[in-house]
């Protein structure tokens, strides 16, 4: 869990810090699935 957490804050601050991402998002890298979609396909079961 301690992992997770460390790898959450370091994502968050990376975002803060001006992060520019190596491909940015187009039709072609974005996916139609929204947030809560994913959130309960992937993440609600492993709660």
């Given at each position: 869990?301690?992992?997770?957490c460390?790898?959450?804050l370091g994502v968050s601050t990376g975002l803060r810090?001006?992060?520019v991402p190596e491909r940015p998002r187009?039709?072609?890298?974005t996916k139609?699935?929204?947030?809560?979609a994913?959130?309960?396909q992937e993440?609600?079961?492993r709660l």
């Amino acid at each position: 869990m301690e992992q997770r957490c460390e790898a959450l804050l370091g994502v968050s601050t990376g975002l803060r810090g001006g992060f520019v991402p190596e491909r940015p998002r187009s039709l072609v890298s974005t996916k139609p699935t929204t947030l809560r979609a994913w959130a309960r396909q992937e993440l609600a079961p492993r709660l």
